[in-house]
């Protein structure tokens, strides 16, 4: 059972508690790994994540950010958000045991699919719309929703089940409190992000129009060949749908689509609408069945995960030796940058052009 004392950071060795596994994954200043409970045998994942020392330091996360994290983290509780179990603090990191989510990532299970339709795809971003729908109904915005965020829980099931992970940027969004931020990953930001305008619950919205977008195509709508010409792209709302990778999508989903990648905030459809369009939510048998026989550009999907994975990769190892170099150097304001203006391993990369239309290949 969760109590309120759960927030309360135990200062005590969660060794002592867990026995630590394998590493699971990483970010800039956190890693994953298996922590298996000593009382239980439950598994769980430990993010071990690395505190700032020290106001003039630019390596590891403030506590007040751990804290809003936490926080956020401890009052969720829905079948499509990743549960907090408990936090323990040290000297040098905050360790948050959170459910064990062990079914990968949704693009890596549908990128293994021979085939999808709209009808299937729909199930996975009806999943997401609810876990949001949760965060909204609460205020709460995420604001680093993109595909490395969006996991399964098991993916050896009929329909497996989105859990939303990663919470490090999430804000309670207090009314007739204005709040302003440059953060996130460049190819999913909303445009009042990029314009340094006040932010809500509408930023969601829009990184929830890119994914369905990517997924639906394999392309990815504002992605240019720089973080500053993907910016501008956003801001210009410079982006179509190319015949050679929706040829065979419905005007259902493409109409879903373009009511969230509107840059009024006022104009954007709500999670609410969202969960009420007729591509989510059909009227008739005559959608029900266009949604059914409309299938996911899934060869294209492919390709461009495969790419997309190996610039990860790529990057990840670029990010680690960055960040060694600074820690040769000692502090940096590079290093503030990196956590302030983008997410956990998000470096600029140069992807392919075709026709002006970039496919999704960041991390």
């Not at 936090?87 to 085939?115: C, H, P």
């Not at 829980?153 to 940027?169: A, E, Q």
């Not at 030796?321 to 990369?349: A, P, T």
Request: some cysteine; aromatic content about 8%.
């Amino acid at each position: 059972m969760r109590t309120e004392s759960m927030a309360v950071f135990k200062q005590q060795q969660v060794e002592d508690f867990y026995k630590i596994g394998e590493q699971l994954g990483s970010g800039q200043f956190a890693v994953v790994q298996r922590c298996t409970e000593r009382s239980t045998g439950i598994d769980y994942a430990g993010k071990f994540i690395k505190k700032r020392q020290s106001r003039v330091s630019r390596r590891g996360v403030r506590r007040e950010e751990i804290e809003r994290e936490v926080g956020i983290l401890q009052h969720m509780q829905h079948p499509n958000i990743i549960t907090l179990h408990d936090v323990y603090e040290n000297r040098t990191d905050v360790v948050l045991i959170l459910e064990l989510v062990s079914g990968g990532e949704l693009f890596d299970f549908l990128a293994q699919k021979e085939s999808l339709s709209e009808e299937e795809a729909t199930q996975f971003i009806k999943q997401i719309l609810d876990g949001v729908h949760y965060l909204h109904t609460r205020k709460i915005a995420h604001f680093d929703l993109k595909p490395e965020n969006i996991m399964l829980l098991d993916k050896n099931v009929p329909l497996p089940r989105i859990k939303l992970i990663d919470f490090g940027l999430a804000q309670k969004i207090e009314d007739g409190v204005e709040f302003k931020n440059i953060f996130g990953t460049p190819e999913f930001v909303a445009p009042e992000i990029v314009n340094y305008e006040p932010l809500g619950l509408e930023a969601d919205m829009w990184s929830i129009g890119v994914i369905t977008y990517i997924l639906l195509s394999g392309a990815s709508p504002f992605l240019g060949e720089n973080k500053q010409e993907t910016l501008a792209n956003i801001s210009a709302m410079n982006y179509d749908f190319d015949e050679e990778f929706f040829s065979h999508t419905s005007d259902l989903a493409k109409s879903f689509i373009r009511q969230l990648l509107v840059k009024d905030t006022r104009k954007r459809m709500t999670i609410q609408d969202a969960l009420n369009h007729p591509w989510i939510k059909p009227l008739n048998q005559r959608e029900a069945l266009v949604r059914r026989l409309s299938v996911v550009n899934i060869e294209n999907f492919r390709k461009e995960y495969i790419r997309r994975k190996w610039k990860m990769s790529f990057r990840i190892v670029a990010l680690c030796n960055h960040l060694k170099r600074l820690m040769m150097k000692g502090d940096s304001e590079e290093g503030e940058e990196l956590r302030d203006c983008e997410s956990d391993q998000e470096v600029d990369g140069k992807p392919k052009r075709r026709r002006g239309r970039k496919r999704s290949s960041t991390s």
